[in-house]
């Protein structure tokens, strides 16, 4: 059943896919999808009616997820004393800096929006980009040194390769992936050596 499509039976519109067989001059045969199992018949009509839309959920980064969850309980005086606190920072009023949070309601369009959005329908955190770090040795060709995560810390290893070739298969281990914040907390050096992983 590629489509929606509902049929009419005695001037009643019944919302129950079918799915047309064949059209005739005084019907169209149709198979009717019901509860319990598929069956065929003629009606005088099928109508076609859109797929109702179906909220979906906001897709956001994970500070503005993070944001949400300290301040759905009271997300209206949230929203409020943000944009009052931002506003004066923009304007020159108060010193200090913006956070990501206040830069992403400024900057980004439809922030109440989307914040609104997260609450009527849920929402998922953006997947962060990961990397692979591979430092560079010349001097051994049998060794690979990468970054890699252990109980939440950045450290840097090494394999060595009996066969004298390295093998790209340490790429694919979820600890020697990461996001571009966790290298540059310790690593700012080595950012240079990632590659996105595919």
């Given at each position: 059943?590629?489509?929606?499509d509902f049929?009419e039976v005695?001037?009643?519109?019944?919302?129950?896919p079918?799915t047309?067989?064949?059209?005739?001059?005084?019907g169209?045969?149709?198979?009717i999808h019901?509860?319990i199992?598929p069956f065929?018949?003629t009606?005088?009509?099928?109508?076609?009616f859109q797929k109702?839309h179906?909220?979906?959920?906001?897709?956001v980064p994970?500070f503005v997820?993070e944001?949400?969850?300290?301040n759905?309980?009271d997300?209206?005086t949230a929203?409020?004393?943000?944009i009052t606190e931002?506003?004066?920072?923009?304007?020159?009023?108060?010193d200090?800096?913006?956070d990501?949070?206040?830069?992403?309601?400024?900057?980004?369009?439809n922030s109440?929006?989307?914040l609104v959005?997260?609450?009527l329908f849920?929402?998922?955190?953006?997947?962060?980009?990961?990397f692979?770090?591979?430092?560079?040795d010349?001097?051994?060709p049998?060794t690979?040194?990468?970054?890699?995560?252990e109980?939440g810390?950045v450290?840097?290893?090494?394999?060595i390769?009996l066969?004298e070739?390295?093998?790209y298969?340490?790429?694919?281990?979820?600890?020697?992936?990461?996001?571009e914040?966790e290298i540059?907390?310790d690593?700012?050096w080595?950012?240079?050596?990632?590659?996105?992983?595919?």
């Open positions: 059943m590629k489509q929606n049929y005695n001037g009643c519109t019944e919302f129950i079918v047309i067989n064949e059209r005739y001059n005084d169209v045969d149709v198979t019901g509860p199992r065929r018949t009606v005088e009509q099928v109508y076609q109702p179906e909220p979906q959920k906001v897709v994970k997820a944001w949400y969850e300290r759905k309980d997300l209206n929203i409020y004393s943000t931002t506003y004066r920072k923009v304007n020159g009023e108060n200090d800096l913006l990501t949070f206040e830069g992403w309601l400024v900057y980004e369009d109440i929006l989307i959005q997260m609450r849920g929402y998922e955190v953006e997947s962060e980009q990961l692979t770090v591979r430092i560079p010349p001097n051994r049998d690979v040194t990468f970054l890699y995560k109980n810390k450290f840097i290893g090494s394999d390769f066969d070739v390295p093998n298969k340490w790429k694919k281990e979820p600890e020697n992936q990461l996001t914040s540059k907390q690593f700012d080595a950012w240079q050596f990632a590659k996105e992983v595919e």
